[in-house]
Structure formats: C-alpha cells, structure tokens
C-alpha cells in the first residue's frame, strides 16, 4: 500500500503562484511514476502533469504546459507541482496519484485516470479573477 497525501492549496488571486506537495508512505516511491490531475466542479477529471520513476522524463496538459511544472525528490518521498500564472479556470480539486508504469502511459491514459495504483484525497485551489 502506498499513502498519498496533497498539501498546499488555497485561495490565490489570478497571476500567482502555489506550489502543492504530495507526500508518499509506504512502499517504494521510486517504484512509481507519479503524476497529479484536477477536476473542477461539474467538469471531468483531467491530467495535469506526470513524471517518470527517475524524475528525468515530465509530461504536462497543453493547458498548463509552460505554466506548471512537476518535480519530485526521491530521498523525500515527495512530487511536488509548482503552479505559475494561475488563472479561474485552474480552480480545481488537484489529486496526486501513483502508477507502477510509466509516466507517459499515465499521460495518455483513457478514461482519464484510469488503473492509477494509488490515489490521494485532495487539495482545493480556487483561483480569483
């Protein structure tokens, strides 16, 4: 079993930056490909970004490609998404989630989501015009 738990969201106004963490427990997070994805309310889960067990290969949305970017510390057990330039429409519950493939199998995914081996609970970020 792996124990996966988001932190940082909040209420930020439009142009500024969040940085959500996603603390792992339990088996090897090296061992998984993690990645994170939204899902605004009344709207369909949507990936985000996603990176390799090795941290050298990231995958992002094309809607926050250049905005957002996924990093992780293997040593720390933790994949981190620094979130730049938010806008309204990344208002969104954002869930950490671990693959035991690969990251870019997790980008692709469909239904989007689909057969993650673990997933976290949340963390909300409402983003204000």
């Known amino acids: 079993q792996v124990q996966l738990v988001e932190s940082g969201g909040g209420l930020v106004q439009a142009g500024d930056s969040l940085r959500l963490s996603c603390a792992a427990s339990?088996?090897?997070?090296?061992?998984?490909?993690m990645g994170w994805f939204r899902q605004a309310p009344g709207k369909e889960r949507e990936f985000v970004a996603a990176?390799?067990?090795?941290?050298?290969?990231?995958y992002y949305a094309d809607s926050v490609k250049g905005r957002f970017t996924i990093s992780r510390d293997n040593a720390k057990n933790t994949v981190y998404l620094q979130m730049n330039s938010l806008k309204p429409e990344d208002t969104a519950v954002y869930y950490c989630a671990a693959d035991s493939a690969t990251a870019q199998r997790m980008s692709v995914r469909r239904p989007v989501g689909y057969g993650m081996d673990y997933w976290g609970k949340g963390t909300l970020v409402t983003v204000s015009s």
């Open positions: 339990g088996r090897t997070f090296s061992d998984y490909a």
């Open positions: 990176i390799s067990k090795n941290g050298l290969m990231t």
